[in-house]
């Protein structure tokens, strides 16, 4: 099988499972952002995101969205985001399969690494946990790599801009690649290339960028509360009061991520294994290990994805150097089966993402009659086939108070309410509109209630 028709199988298969998924009603609050940020970009509008409270910039200074929203001015449909998706992981075979080749492994081991990293847990729960700019950067980081080792100057810079604008922690996994091409691959120009701009670039975006488009500090920084308050702060006391981190590092938890990490090529990990390409993966492993949420360490979410280029430049090294020890390519395939049966959520789509097939009909009914592009405000989980409109609420907790001065529908699901919320939450949203004459009941069915405001106030 060609390596194109097999990036084509696999992209397809990933887009066949998000897409269904997204049916399903199984999409969440990050796909809404995304979908919601680039439809208004490409509408010329201000890309705010009303349910999340500010500029699509404030979030993770990804400028790839703005080019991306060239796709929804050709036909806006949230589906794009699951082909991008799909095609960016599946892509990443490309690079590796370059870079498998340069280490001189033969054309049947560089096929059972792309095998094997089509198989990576990982890759295949990730690619149902919505939508990340992110994964656009894996085949990037592979390609940088590649470009530096073939000393091809602009492709390399090229590939580090593309990093760059997918998502500002990015700015890390860029460092320790130059960190790791000057000590161990002697590339000095390319290493200073990556560490000046992935420095210029986090100071940038954490410090000009997003706060200027958030009125606050990056993205996640309370999840090292511990650390400090904010980005600067946090390396402070990183520097100077290490013993702060003890407790994270030197955890159960900690220990069961890495495990989790290197459990679907283990059998590639040896005490002579060469781990010096690992240093481009310290920054992202750092900042998920020190983490107080647990949704950072482990192979469910987007947070791993940048390790995992690294992780297969371990392997392509310790099977040239013929020090794997599983060698047959069959042994191999199979551990990977095993890992993948394991650790892949293929599960969901007979068990979780079915649990509100009882209202499947209902919900379609009623977003069929939601007819212009007013205010919505819904479940957090229907909420990704309304993200085309200037103004979209969420039925969260906290949500009972919101203001409807500006929404016209409010389309709740009372037997699944969704994640973030409460059978209670949308209960008191629904008396609260039985009392607003302003609104009339429109549609109605298993639990599925929809009104429509008739006037103003």
Same mark, same amino acid.
């Given at each position: 099988?060609?390596?194109?028709?097999?990036?084509?199988?696999?992209?397809?298969?990933?887009?066949?499972?998000?897409?269904?998924?997204?049916?399903?009603?199984?999409?969440?609050?990050?796909?809404?952002?995304?979908?919601?940020?680039? %439809?208004?970009i490409?509408?010329?509008?201000?890309?705010?995101?009303?349910?999340?409270?500010?500029?699509?910039?404030?979030?993770?200074?990804?400028?790839?969205?703005?080019?991306?929203?060239?796709?929804?001015?050709?036909?806006?449909?949230? %589906?794009?985001?699951?082909?991008?998706?799909?095609?960016?992981?599946?892509?990443?075979?490309?690079?590796?399969?370059?870079?498998?080749?340069?280490?001189?492994?033969?054309?049947?081991?560089?096929?059972?690494?792309?095998?094997v990293?089509?198989?990576?847990?990982?890759?295949?729960?990730v690619?149902?946990?919505?939508?990340?700019?992110?994964?656009?950067?894996?085949?990037?980081?592979?390609?940088?790599?590649?470009?530096?080792?073939?000393?091809?100057?602009?492709?390399?810079?090229?590939?580090?801009?593309?990093?760059?604008?997918?998502?500002?922690?990015?700015?890390?996994?860029?460092?320790?690649?130059?960190?790791?091409?000057?000590? #161990? =691959?002697?590339? %000095?120009?390319?290493?200073?290339?990556?560490?000046?701009?992935?420095?210029?670039w986090?100071?940038?975006?954490?410090?000009?960028?997003?706060?200027h488009?958030?009125?606050?500090?990056?993205?996640?920084?309370?999840? %090292?509360?511990?650390?400090?308050?904010?980005?600067?702060?946090?390396?402070?006391?990183?520097?100077?009061?290490?013993?702060?981190?003890?407790?994270?590092?030197?955890?159960?938890?900690?220990?069961?991520?890495?495990?989790?990490?290197?459990?679907?090529?283990?059998?590639?990990?040896?005490?002579?294994?060469?781990?010096?390409?690992?240093?481009?993966?310290?920054?992202i492993?750092?900042?998920?290990?020190?983490?107080?949420?647990?949704?950072?360490?482990?192979?469910?979410?987007?947070?791993?994805?940048?390790?995992?280029?690294?992780?297969?430049?371990?392997?392509?090294?310790t099977?040239?150097?013929r020090?794997? #020890?599983?060698?047959?390519?069959?042994?191999?395939?199979?551990?990977?089966?095993?890992?993948?049966?394991?650790?892949?959520?293929?599960?969901?789509?007979?068990?979780?993402?079915? =649990?509100?097939?009882?209202?499947?009909r209902?919900?379609?009914?009623?977003?069929?009659q939601?007819?212009?592009?007013d205010?919505?405000?819904?479940?957090?989980?229907?909420?990704?086939?309304?993200t085309?409109?200037?103004?979209?609420?969420?039925?969260?907790?906290?949500?009972?108070?919101?203001?409807?001065?500006?929404?016209?529908?409010?389309?709740?699901?009372?037997?699944?309410?969704?994640?973030?919320?409460?059978?209670?939450?949308?209960?008191?949203?629904?008396?609260k509109?039985?009392?607003?004459?302003?609104?009339?009941?429109?549609?109605?069915?298993?639990?599925?209630?929809?009104?429509?405001?008739?006037?103003?106030?």
């Open positions: 099988m060609s390596l194109i028709l097999l990036i084509g199988i696999s992209a397809s298969i990933l887009f066949i499972c998000s897409s269904i998924r997204h049916l399903l009603f199984q999409s969440n609050f990050d796909l809404a952002i995304f979908d919601n940020a680039l %439809y208004l490409s509408q010329g509008q201000q890309p705010f995101v009303a349910f999340r409270g500010l500029h699509i910039l404030g979030d993770h200074a990804a400028l790839i969205l703005y080019p991306l929203a060239g796709l929804y001015k050709i036909y806006p449909s949230i %589906y794009w985001l699951f082909a991008i998706q799909a095609v960016a992981l599946a892509l990443g075979t490309l690079p590796l399969w370059y870079l498998a080749r340069e280490a001189g492994l033969k054309q049947t081991e560089t096929k059972t690494v792309i095998l990293y089509l198989l990576y847990p990982l890759i295949f729960n690619n149902l946990a919505d939508f990340h700019p992110e994964v656009m950067a894996i085949p990037a980081i592979l390609g940088a790599v590649l470009a530096a080792r073939k000393k091809q100057l602009w492709w390399f810079i090229l590939a580090i801009a593309f990093i760059l604008s997918c998502k500002a922690v990015l700015a890390l996994t860029v460092v320790g690649m130059g960190v790791w091409l000057i000590g #161990w =691959e002697r590339k %000095y120009q390319y290493g200073a290339i990556a560490i000046s701009s992935g420095l210029v986090f100071a940038l975006a954490t410090q000009i960028i997003i706060p488009f958030s009125g606050s500090e990056a993205a996640a920084v309370d999840r %090292y509360s511990y650390l400090g308050n904010s980005v600067l702060e946090i390396i402070q006391n990183l520097l100077l009061k290490p013993w702060l981190i003890g407790n994270q590092v030197f955890s159960l938890g900690t220990l069961e991520y890495i495990i989790l990490l290197i459990l679907p090529v283990l059998w590639a990990i040896s005490f002579r294994s060469n781990y010096t390409p690992l240093i481009g993966a310290i920054p492993l750092l900042v998920n290990i020190l983490s107080e949420s647990a949704s950072q360490r482990n192979l469910v979410h987007q947070y791993s994805l940048p390790i995992l280029p690294w992780l297969f430049l371990v392997v392509i090294s099977m040239a150097a020090k794997a #020890w599983l060698k047959s390519q069959r042994a191999i395939l199979l551990w990977s089966i095993c890992a993948f049966l394991a650790l892949a959520k293929f599960g969901y789509f007979g068990s979780l993402y079915l =649990e509100s097939l009882d209202t499947w209902a919900t379609s009914e009623a977003i069929a939601i007819q212009t592009k205010g919505v405000l819904t479940n957090t989980d229907i909420a990704p086939h309304l085309h409109r200037p103004l979209v609420q969420l039925a969260t907790i906290g949500s009972e108070s919101n203001d409807l001065s500006e929404i016209k529908y409010v389309l709740l699901n009372f037997r699944h309410p969704g994640w973030a919320s409460s059978r209670e939450t949308v209960e008191i949203l629904g008396q509109l039985r009392q607003m004459p302003e609104f009339k009941l429109q549609y109605q069915r298993d639990d599925v209630v929809l009104w429509v405001k008739i006037r103003d106030n």
